[in-house]
């Protein structure tokens, strides 16, 4: 995932990389140390490969010399909804919480229906659907 770039810095990991607070970006409106989602990592598992570390461009991970393995240092910089260090894992060392918690928040907090007025322009629509029927459509896929 890509860091965006006018977020202040907090500090450096372990490669010397820049370190951003990102816990500032909301979600949809909705303050992100409210949500909890991010990754957690099994050691017992982990291989140390340093996958995760390395390619998460938001730096919720970084080094554990003592472990030589990677700890989960800046969890709320995680990006809601992705999931792709643990789909990169080798040994399936990292989980995410339910994605059906994500479905309840994305409903509770009418983020179809806030899409959906996003793209009304681009869909020739002006009417966007009210709550109700977004959360139906939603909660049918
Ligand atoms: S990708 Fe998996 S095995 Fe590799 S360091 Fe991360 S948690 Fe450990
Ligand atoms: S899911 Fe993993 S790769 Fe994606 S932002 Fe969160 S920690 Fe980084």
Known sequence: MSTPNNMPTIG???LGREVKDLTK???WGMNRKEINWYPTIDHDKCAGCGLCFVTCGRRVFDWDDKLSKP????????????????NLCPTSAISFPDVSEMKKLVAKNN??????EKIAPLINC???????ETESNFNKS
């Open 12 to 14: 450096k990991d372990a």
């Open 25 to 27: 970006i909301s979600w």
């Open 71 to 86: 700890v989960v240092a800046q969890p709320y910089n995680c990006m809601v909804g992705c999931q792709t260090c643990a």
């Open 111 to 116: 983020v179809v229906k806030k899409s959906f």
């Open 126 to 132: 002006d009417k966007p659907l009210d709550d109700e």
